[in-house]
């Protein structure tokens, strides 16, 4: 696909997804100003959602059995994070 053919389809995908955001953005905003305790709610339930996953993970694979390893590998994963953030943001 030559360059000019790709950077138009680049923009046109670009302008439609603004344009889009615009439109959500209103529905959005209104549903949440009538909805606050709903969408805190939903929300709440979301992450403590995601934490009892994370839970059950730990537990299936032996890495609740084992707080060296789990200690070893959360620091492992805050440090390469850390570090492709960094390398991203420069």
Do not use: C
């Not at 905003?29 to 839970?55: D, Q």
């Amino acid at each position: 696909m030559p360059k000019k053919t790709t950077h138009y389809l680049t923009s046109k995908t670009e302008h439609t997804a603004h344009l889009v955001e615009k439109l959500v953005q209103e529905k959005r905003k209104a549903a949440f100003n009538r909805w606050p305790l709903l969408f805190t709610l939903l929300g709440a339930f979301g992450l403590v959602a995601t934490f009892y996953g994370f839970e059950g993970v730990m537990d299936q694979t032996g890495l609740s059995e084992n707080p060296w390893i789990l200690l070893a590998l959360g620091i492992g994963v805050l440090i390469f994070t850390g570090s492709l953030y960094k390398k991203l943001g420069d």
